[in-house]
């Protein structure tokens, strides 16, 4: 069984497009996270939500939103896409607690043209 | 600040040799410590972690002890072999719930 999951896996798209990256886990977790990683395979966090309340909102444009309908989803908007967006977005969830163990989907790899 | 610092990669090693990948850490107080592994095309997955100071964690031969006095928490495996060929990243967990993540370091492991 798959414990988190994204959709889609793989994303081509034009500058400017408006585009979405949706999230699933079966975990049962509190606590869900996007994270961006680079080309250079750096990772940064940038949203939390943790009962579908937001709790971590790092310095992203607000090109970037985050929708969390339910505990189990939290998707990501991205609007007016650019060529930096470039780079694979990673969902986390995990429930809190004091070892915290995140578990990571697939990714998505976004390519902006 | 407060950071994650690893060793710069690619680190290439033949099958059977040693693995050590350093990591140091900065911050306020004793954070929980992980390593995760990323394999080709994939998530990243949990590898270890430990919790308190002098804790070990372990795992498919691997392992790292939480230093707080070098604040490091270096991965070693014994005798690597080509399927542990991935990027490894060091993490720390601060107050709230985030992670932060080392730069990770790629290893190669050549038959």
């Known amino acids: 069984d798959t414990a988190v999951s994204q959709t889609p896996k793989y994303l081509v798209t034009q500058m400017g497009n408006d585009k979405s990256i949706k999230c699933e886990q079966n975990?049962?977790?509190?606590?869900m996270y996007w994270y961006k990683q680079d080309s250079k395979k750096f990772l940064k966090i940038m949203f939390s939500?943790?009962?579908?309340?937001?709790?971590i909102n790092e310095t992203v444009p607000n090109r970037f939103s985050p929708k969390s309908p339910d505990k189990a989803h939290l998707n990501l908007h991205i609007n007016s896409l650019e060529l930096g967006d470039s780079a694979v977005y990673f969902c986390a969830s995990s429930q809190a607690g004091t070892s915290n163990e995140q578990f990571f989907g697939p990714g998505t790899r976004l390519t902006v043209l | 600040g407060n950071s994650v610092t690893q060793m710069e990669g690619p680190v290439t090693l033949s099958e059977e040799a040693f693995l050590t990948i350093n990591c140091t850490y900065t911050a306020t107080g004793y954070p929980s410590l992980f390593w995760y592994v990323q394999y080709p095309g994939e998530g990243l997955q949990l590898l270890l972690k430990a919790t308190k100071a002098d804790d070990k964690g372990s795992n498919k031969g691997f392992e790292a002890t939480y230093r707080k006095e070098t604040t490091s928490f270096h991965l070693e495996k014994g005798s690597v072999q080509v399927s542990d060929s991935a990027v490894y990243f060091c993490a720390r967990r601060d107050s709230s719930y985030k992670l932060i993540f080392g730069s990770g370091t790629r290893l190669l492991v050549r038959p």
């Open positions: 975990l049962g977790h509190d606590t």
């Open positions: 939500y943790n009962n579908k309340e937001l709790i």
